[in-house]
């Protein structure tokens, strides 16, 4: 795999989105409902809970239930993803 300058991914419409798991990042290219297509090491699997940033913002916790390798990317399947809170849910109470 390639190492790129932060920002300078070669696939066109790359946004600011990585997969954080532990200290490793992986930028997501692609993303839908249920999936996301991350750039990753050959032959990596990943599974478990995963963080989803967007620059240094935590945007999401996600649930990853499967990784299928495609070329030198990995589309990650999820059980669930929800979104981060700034504070505890409406419903809280103190």
């Known amino acids: 795999m390639d190492v790129h300058a932060a920002g300078t991914y070669p696939v066109p419409g790359v946004s600011r989105l990585t997969l954080r798991i532990g200290d490793a990042r992986y930028p997501i290219i692609d993303q839908d409902g249920q999936s996301c297509l991350v750039l ?19 945007r999401d916790r996600a649930l990853i239930l499967l990784s299928e390798p495609e070329g030198e990317f990995v589309r990650l399947t999820w059980k669930r993803r929800s979104p981060v809170l700034p504070g505890p849910p409406g419903d809280f109470a103190p």
């Open 40 to 58: 990753a090491p050959e032959g990596i699997r990943l599974r478990g809970f995963a963080d989803i940033y967007e620059g240094e913002i935590h």
